[in-house]
C-alpha cells in the first residue's frame, strides 16, 4: 500500500510531497496510525537535514519525530517515533503503543502536536534531570521561541519561586510577562551590557534552563557567577538547545571558584522509559490548556513550500495529512 508523505531524498533538499510506500507493523506491540498533526519543531529540521546526533544517514526518509494519530480501535493518541525512516510527516506512521499515551476524543489535535516537545525539553529536565524544588528561581536562556516561552510556564507550574526570561527578540519578550515571566532581560548586540542586565537581575537564581549555548551562554555563566554574592552556593546551569552555537569557552577558574553544576537534558542524557514516565502528565497539562500554545496548521501537501518559507519563531507549524 502506499500513502502520501514528505519525503527526503536528498540532505540538501527539503522534503516533497510525495507517494512512499506504507510502513508494516513488526511485532505485537506495533500498529499503524491515521496521522492527524505532526510538528515542524527544530529537531525535525535538523533530522530532515542528516545534521542530528540521532541521525542514521539512511535516504530517503519521512521527517517526523511525533505527532497525534488515530489507532485502528479509534482511540485519539500522541505518539513518538524515530525519523530513521518512517517519520510522522505522512498520512499513515507505525507506532509502538509503549511510545503512545491516549488522549480525550475532544483533545486539539494541532495544540498537542504543536506543543508536546517544545515543552517537554523544560518538563523533563526540571523532574528528571535537576529537580526543581519549590520557590527556587529559574532563568530561562533564550525565552522567546517555543519550547523558552513554555519553560517559562513549565517552571511556574512545578512551583519556582521567580522567573526570569532572556531573549533578543523585543516584542516577544514583552510577551512573557503575560505567561508568567517575573522579569525579562533583553539580549542584545553589546555583549558587556547584556551581561550587566542579566547579572542585575539573575545573579541570585539557582537554575538556569538554557537554550542558547554558543557565545551568548558563555558570556552569561561569567556574568551570573561573578555577581553572585555566595558562590558556593550551587547552580544548575541545565542545556537544552544551540540556537545561538555548538560549543562555548568556558574559563577554568568558572569551575572552581564557583559551584556551578553544568549539564544537559534530551534523548541520551534522560532514558526513554524516563521520557515515558513523564508523557502521561504532560499531555494533561497541555490539554487542559496550563499551557499557552501558538500552533498553526498547513495542509502536509504544501509541505515543501513552508520548509523553505522564512519562519515566524514565536508560532509551530503543525502538518495536517
Ligand atoms: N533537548 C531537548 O529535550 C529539546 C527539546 C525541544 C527543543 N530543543 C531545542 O531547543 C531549542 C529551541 O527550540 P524551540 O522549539 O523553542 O525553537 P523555536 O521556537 O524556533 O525558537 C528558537 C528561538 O531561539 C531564538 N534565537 C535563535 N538564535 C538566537 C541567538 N543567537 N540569541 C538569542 N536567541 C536566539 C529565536 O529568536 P529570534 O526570533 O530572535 O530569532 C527563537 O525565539 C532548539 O535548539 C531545539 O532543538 C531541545
Do not use: C
Not at 547579572?199 to 557565545?215: F, I, K, M, P, R
Amino acid at each position: 500500500m502506499s500513502m502520501h508523505a514528505g519525503v527526503v531524498r536528498s540532505f540538501d533538499r527539503s522534503p516533497r510531497y510525495e507517494t512512499f510506500d506504507e510502513p508494516d507493523p513488526i511485532g505485537p506491540d506495533q500498529v499503524v496510525v491515521e496521522v492527524l498533526a505532526a510538528g515542524l519543531h527544530p529537531r525535525v529540521r535538523s533530522g530532515a537535514s542528516g545534521r542530528h546526533y540521532t541521525s542514521t544517514g539512511s535516504l530517503p526518509m519521512i521527517p517526523g519525530i511525533d505527532g497525534v494519530g488515530r489507532l485502528p480501535d479509534g482511540g485519539k493518541v500522541y505518539f513518538a517515533v524515530d525519523d530513521d525512516t518512517w517519520g510522522s510527516m505522512a498520512e499513515r506512521a507505525v507506532v509502538d503503543l509503549r511510545r503512545t499515551v491516549p488522549l480525550p476524543e475532544q483533545a486539539d489535535a494541532v495544540k498537542v502536536a504543536a506543543a508536546m516537545n517544545p515543552a517537554m525539553s523544560s518538563w523533563v529536565a526540571l523532574r528528571r534531570r535537576v529537580h526543581l524544588e519549590p520557590g527556587q528561581s529559574v532563568l530561562i536562556l533564550g525565552a522567546t521561541g517555543n519550547a523558552g516561552s513554555m519553560a517559562v510556564q513549565v517552571a511556574k507550574r512545578l512551583g519556582a519561586g521567580p522567573v526570569i526570561g532572556a531573549g533578543r527578540d523585543p516584542q516577544r519578550l514583552a510577551g512573557l510577562a503575560a505567561v508568567g515571566a517575573d522579569e525579562v532581560v533583553a539580549i542584545t548586540g553589546d555583549g558587556s551590557e547584556t551581561a550587566q542586565r542579566l547579572a542585575d537581575a539573575a545573579a541570585e537564581v539557582e537554575v538556569v534552563v538554557d537554550y542558547l549555548w554558543g557565545e551568548p551562554a558563555s558570556a552569561a555563566m561569567v556574568a551570573l557567577l561573578k555577581a553572585r554574592a555566595d558562590r558556593s552556593r550551587a547552580l544548575d546551569w541545565i542545556q537544552i538547545g544551540a540556537v545561538a552555537g555548538p560549543t562555548i569557552t568556558l574559563p577554568s577558574v568558572a569551575l572552581r571558584s564557583a559551584n556551578l553544576r553544568i549539564q544537559g537534558s534530551g534523548q541520551g542524557a534522560v532514558s526513554p522509559a524516563g521520557y515515558r514516565a513523564e508523557l502521561p502528565s504532560l499531555v494533561e497539562e497541555i490539554d487542559s490548556g496550563t499551557i499557552t500554545v501558538n500552533a498553526r496548521a498547513v495542509p502536509l501537501a504544501h509541505v515543501e513550500a513552508t520548509w523553505d518559507a522564512p519562519e515566524n519563531s514565536g508560532v509551530r507549524t503543525v502538518f495536517t495529512p
